[in-house]
């Protein structure tokens, strides 16, 4: 206060104005930190939430057999002082290999910007994304993925060790399986009885992802299965977050949006958009990559999957539609696939009265062949006019891929064609003794797993098959480790006279699609075939490689028709089904259709089954005589049992149309039998 009584206002307003000046220099001392803290992280190598967050570490890679990354680092990483991209690994992009077919594999694929011309790719992949009724991102995030994010959008802003791509795909397709949280019988894979934390299911998915977005067109060793099953698994997730998991994306872009050009600074419903274009550039490029051939007869994966949808969504139905049209063809519930060529055409014959005439089975039935010289027009003619029974080519198909098929290789291609959502393939010599519609009926395995799979006979011999399936699947699963095959007490886990598929099913689509993989023309000869026994391990081999869960029907392989003078079983081929009763037998009703198939018919009486799975005693087949098993020691399990009365009176009746074929000639026998007269 002043002398004369008033008060001094000047120390006030001079607090005031230092105070304002020192909060001005403090927030700009707090923006030039952030300003370089960020600068920092991303010189490092990555824009990511890892950069300076507590808890939250860089995904770290330990598997012994690298796929090493290949893309461009973005940013200041490229620009100097970061990490620069590793070279790339032997056969992968950039090394063509000497198998290398560049008709098969074509890089600059839809979604694939090439260098030169990234925006014009981009440009074109975007018009597909937003045009195709197969987007699910239309679905999830309604418009179009801004133009401009295309090029970036599709590569990888970090430099990554992507050696653990095996475990970290494995964990992740166990989790898409649904087997978290789950035990005992109920678990398929296995490699997440542990648990699996959230940290490390975000870590992983950055992993597995990157490796996609990265390889997604490259070329590879397409014999090395290794390098094989990692694309297959690869567009197995895209395709399953894509189609079938959208609800997972918000989740997953809070985990790994500013990896991968997707800012948090942008809104959840812009990021899930561009999640789905990424994935959808991953699942056409995978799969121009691997099945080159699908694009004859379907436009994509999605399209041939949703003809076989029983109920299709708004955005799956013109593309229902759209097959219909162009095809001519109605998908079909459920029906029965044969495929002959002349050798067995008086066995398929066979087959078809045997199910019409004594089972009473009423499924529909495709009779597939390879081309015009597979089987005789008058053939062709004969299967058209049989009762519920219709030809297809392969060949109308899969293009140039189809016409390099031969023998058992038709198989997972036919399966693929076939017009029928449940689809049951049987070999032409497979003989059933209960209606084969039962399988789609009353078959546990099938409603759970969506597919059914028999054991082959439990027979010992070289591992080459074995090293070489172990080498190329680094995470066995709970499930294919508990098979004999996984501990050396048979080579011979499958046998394919029977197959039962729910092709609805993303897993079993996927499952099928990499069968087909592994017996195509350049695999087969160059490895697979080499490795095992033609087709038959093809099948649970490509679903453990995809991570698909499998289960095989319960009994091992046996035998059924007669007891020799040594009380072994001596017959067909024979399974049960997995309630244990007589189902089905390969090989026909004579005693070796390699030799005669007009002689040494089989009196049907007996069976014999092996529960056990392992040391089993065989007796190998001659010219004249079949296989014949019996229990080597006392206490082993092999079930000896007598066929039924109502059992032996339908082997009887199976065995003379056989007769009646042979004796009459299928021509006459056809005549007789449905009035079909052959010209």
């Known amino acids: 206060m002043s002398s004369s009584g008033t008060v001094s206002l000047l120390p006030t307003l001079r607090t005031r104005r230092r105070l304002s000046t020192l909060l001005t220099v403090l927030l700009l001392v707090l923006a030039l930190y952030s300003w370089w803290a960020t600068s920092s992280a991303t010189a490092a190598g990555g824009t990511g939430p890892n950069k300076g967050a507590p808890g939250r570490q860089r995904p770290v890679a330990t598997s012994a057999q690298p796929e090493q990354s290949t893309a461009r680092v973005l940013g200041p990483a490229s620009a100097g002082g970061g990490a620069a991209a590793p070279a790339p690994a032997p056969s992968e992009k950039g090394v063509k290999p000497a198998n290398y077919d560049k008709s098969e594999t074509q890089k600059g694929t839809a979604g694939t910007p090439q260098k030169g011309k990234g925006s014009d790719d981009a440009k074109n992949q975007q018009n597909d994304s937003d045009n195709s009724d197969e987007s699910a991102a239309a679905a999830a995030a309604p418009g179009p993925v801004p133009t401009d994010d295309q090029p970036a959008l599709l590569e990888v802003n970090f430099a990554v060790n992507l050696t653990n791509v095996d475990l970290a795909q494995t964990r992740f397709l166990d989790f898409l399986n649904g087997e978290l949280d789950k035990s005992g019988s109920e678990v398929f894979g296995g490699s997440l009885l542990s648990g699996y934390p959230r940290e490390t299911m975000h870590s992983d998915f950055v992993i597995l992802h990157a490796f996609a977005l990265q390889h997604r067109s490259s070329q590879y060793n397409r014999t090395d299965f290794l390098h094989m099953g990692r694309r297959a698994r690869a567009l197995r997730i895209a395709y399953t977050l894509l189609y079938d998991k959208e609800l997972l994306h918000a989740e997953f872009v809070t985990a790994s949006a500013n990896y991968f050009n997707n800012p948090h600074s942008d809104s959840l419903k812009l990021q899930k958009r561009r999640l789905a274009a ?283 028709g007669y007891k020799d003078d040594q009380d072994a079983i001596c017959g067909g081929l024979f399974h049960t089904d997995e309630y244990l009763q007589p189902l089905w037998w390969n090989g026909g009703v004579v005693a070796n259709k390699h030799v005669d198939k007009g002689t040494g018919y089989i009196d049907y009486d007996y069976y014999a089954y092996d529960d056990e799975g392992e040391n089993i005693s065989w007796v190998w087949e001659t010219k004249t005589t079949p296989f014949c098993l019996k229990p080597k020691t006392p206490d082993q399990k092999v079930i000896v049992g007598e066929l039924s009365a109502s059992d032996k009176e339908i082997t009887k009746n199976l065995v003379q149309i056989y007769k009646d074929i042979i004796a009459d000639g299928w021509e006459e026998f056809l005549l007789k039998q449905y009035n079909i007269k052959v010209e």
């Open 278 to 560: 990424q994935l959808k550039a991953i699942v056409d490029d995978l799969t121009q990559l691997m099945y080159p051939w699908l694009k004859n007869s379907f436009s994509s994966i999605f399209e041939m999957q949703s003809r076989f949808r029983a109920t299709v969504s708004a955005n799956e139905e013109a593309a229902v539609k759209k097959y219909r049209k162009d095809t001519g063809i109605q998908m079909r519930e459920r029906g029965i696939l044969l495929s002959t060529g002349k050798g067995h055409f008086e066995l398929a014959i066979h087959a078809i009265v045997s199910l019409r005439e004594v089972l009473k089975c009423d499924l529909p039935i495709e009779v597939h062949h390879m081309g015009p010289n597979d089987l005789d027009k008058e053939m062709l003619a004969a299967f058209n006019s049989m009762p519920g029974v219709n030809t297809v080519d392969v060949y109308d198909y899969w293009g140039e891929e189809a016409k390099k098929l031969g023998g058992w290789a038709i198989k997972p291609f036919a399966l693929l064609a076939s017009s029928f959502k449940q689809v049951m393939f049987l070999d032409a010599d497979a003989v059933f003794v209960q209606n084969p519609e039962v399988l789609f009926t009353n078959s546990e395995i099938f409603k759970k797993y969506g597919q059914l799979f028999y054991h082959d006979r439990t027979i010992t011999g070289y591992d080459n098959c074995y090293n070489w399936f172990n080498g190329f699947t680094p995470y066995v699963s709970k499930y294919t480790n508990s098979l004999r095959f996984q501990k050396k007490h048979t080579v011979h886990e499958m046998e394919s006279g029977v197959i039962v598929l729910d092709k609805t099913r993303t897993d079993v689509l996927h499952g099928l699609l990499t069968t087909a993989k592994m017996n195509s023309k350049l695999e087969r000869d160059g490895i697979t075939y080499k490795m095992m026994h033609g087709d038959k391990e093809s099948y649970w081999m490509s679903w453990e490689l995809v991570r698909s869960p499998y289960k095989f029907s319960r009994s091992f392989g046996g035998t059924v």
